[in-house]
């Protein structure tokens, strides 16, 4: 079951990033559909829909995500190609850089890799390969121990606010 700290910082996210009034009704029906999700996958459902939606989404498009499960494999070789098409165009992202775009998997998996070092020379196909492999197992590991570390941007997204204060508020009254 979904815990109140991971929907409410959630539904405050949500409300920021798309400005959004977060109102008492728009919280008891959201938490009446959502409360049975497990926090893992409630979290990496608020992470999909800010990185990738444009509008405020329905619970239907929560519990979508809420769903979505890739092979950690496929989702690091995904970001590995992200990384060294950043180098290719002459961003050379150091290890911070890479966890704020693209998680604590990939920073960590960036540095089991070689790090700056290794991809500013991943400039032809016969070396990426050789960064690769490190990458993809580092990432492989850091995410069957915390599967949240494969997700974008910071761990805490929305750690205090007046947003934040507004839900926890409702929720509060909402969910005794």
């Known amino acids: 079951m979904a815990s109140k700290e991971t929907f409410t910082k959630g539904m405050a996210a949500l409300a920021m990033n798309f400005n959004r009034e977060i109102t008492a009704e728009l919280i008891e029906l959201y938490w009446a559909i959502l409360q049975d999700l497990e926090d893992l996958d409630l979290d990496r459902a608020f992470r999909l829909v800010l990185a990738q939606d444009e509008f405020f989404p329905p619970t239907a498009r929560i519990l979508k995500y809420a769903q979505t499960r890739r092979l950690p494999a496929a989702d690091a070789g995904e970001v590995f190609t992200k990384i060294v098409s950043d180098y290719a165009s002459g961003e050379a992202l150091l290890p911070v850089e890479v966890q704020h775009r693209y998680g604590r998997a990939a920073r960590l998996s960036f540095q089991a890799a070689g790090g700056v ?15 690769r492999k490190p990458f993809v197992e580092a990432w492989k590991e850091v995410v069957e121990a915390d599967p949240i570390a494969a997700l974008p941007g910071p761990a805490d997204q929305i750690t205090d606010g007046e947003i934040l204060s507004k839900v926890q508020d409702l929720v509060a009254k909402k969910m005794p």
Request: negative net charge.
């Open 117 to 131: 070092m290794a991809f500013n020379h991943c400039g032809t196909e016969d070396t990426a390969k050789w960064v």
